[in-house]
DNA sequence: ATTATCTATAGATCTATAGATAATGC
DNA sequence: ATTATCTATAGATCTATAGATAATGC
């Protein structure tokens, strides 16, 4: 049943204890929404994760969709200014010619990279953004704390193709984020599809490929439809 | 608040009205459920959709469960069976030589012309299975209703890419199984992201597109990587 | 004194079942 | 007679709030 990290009480100050309980509530919630959705998680589930009463869910988080929202603000500037910043080194240093493969991989990879070195935490997160990303609920939260990045890798892709109308990079930035998201969400479903030939954790091997697989399909965007 | 079909009651045959009530219940669970997820729709909610009682939810699925696999269950032979024969007929066609595209406009293009043919329902159900698809309940759905369908365009992407290691396959399917659960929850995301230049809700786009694209990924697997 | 945590509890749902009613079927 | 639909209701949760208790802070 309680399979999560069972709360030492070695106290400390009143704000480190205040910060270490919140800390220990959104992983315990992350872990269970990233399975369960919003729906699907009742404040009872987490507390009882954590080894607190139910009643501290609302001391320290609102209500339900506030500890939801709060679970995805925690982590979101890290993978979102990681990304920008990869994404601006990566600007800098193609000065005027910028390729499709190289922002994705600056975009791609070094998120795909926070996952592979944070540990099981990160991935819990990454399984939360991808069920939120196909949400209603987390539809707003993806545009407030994402857009800035993905149109800054918008921007160089336009760069990149200058020939390629905008709509078409739009078009190609919506298949990547699915199979990113896809991925994300390490739902085990390829792994029984290719009877244990692929794992849907294995993040290194998507970060193997998936940039080059991208990039060569931009580059059939914008071409005269073959039909 | 209601803004469903609401019921007619032009009463007729006992197996006409019990066929005709399981259908406008399993339309309006169709449509909640794609929105909402299991969790986030209550049997209330559905039948006053429907404009019934709560208790015919059970007389006629078992529990609710039940009704979230029967939404399911009720046009999965249908999609699968539409992309198996247009696989079938595919590789009678291709012969020896199938290509990458090729398979791939049959098992996409089939797909998404389903839902664009099909109206509201069908796009409804499109957005049903890329939230199951997301999760953990729905994940032995997917395996159960897709899987021979999914194998059948691996058994002709492994044909056409023969030097292709068959785990790239794998990946490669990965990744467009993604961009296509992707296009079929509607998200509105791409809508916003490009400030109105594409639609989620526009598949014929996404047709017009996405074998292309994704044919081109495929021909970057199994090459040395490059880091 | 302040604040982290728990106890008690209100009020609202939700699922599911048993049994009544009102139609259709012969 | 059979069956589609509704009424009544049990039992279980769930969210959220008010107020008590037990720690830390000076």
């Known amino acids: 049943m309680s399979d999560g990290a069972v709360a030492k009480r070695v ?4 704000a480190e204890q ?4 919140q800390e220990q509530i959104l992983d315990a919630a992350e872990y269970l929404f990233s399975r369960n ?3 699907g998680v009742t404040l009872r589930d987490v507390a009882q ?3 607190v009463h139910t009643t501290l869910m609302h001391y320290y988080f609102q209500d339900k969709r506030s500890l939801f929202a709060a679970v995805f603000a925690r982590r979101a500037p890290v993978t979102s200014g990681r990304r920008m910043e990869a994404l601006e080194r990566y600007e800098a240093e193609a000065g005027d010619h910028p ?5 994705l991989h600056a975009f791609l990879d070094t998120d795909l990279d926070l996952y592979i070195e944070g540990g099981e935490a990160w991935m819990n997160y990454a399984a939360f953004c991808a069920r939120v990303s196909n949400t209603p609920e987390g539809a707003e939260l993806m545009d407030v704390h994402f857009d800035p990045v993905v149109l800054k890798l918008v921007s160089i892709l336009k ?5 390629t109308p905008e709509p078409e990079i739009f078009w190609g930035y919506h298949f990547v984020t699915g199979s990113l998201m896809n991925t994300l969400a390490r739902t085990g479903r390829i792994d029984r599809l290719s009877a244990g030939r692929c794992q849907s954790d294995d993040f290194p091997a998507v970060k193997r490929r998936m940039a080059r697989f991208m990039a060569a399909g931009f580059s059939t965007l914008g071409m005269a439809p073959a039909e």
Do not use: Y
Request: cysteine-free; glycine content about 12%; proline content about 4%.
């Open 18 to 21: 205040r910060a270490e309980t």
């Open 159 to 163: 760069r990149a193709l200058p020939d």
């Open 99 to 103: 390729t499709v493969e190289g922002a």
């Open 11 to 14: 106290r400390r100050s009143k």
């Open 49 to 51: 994760r954590v080894g």
């Open 37 to 39: 959705g919003l729906h």
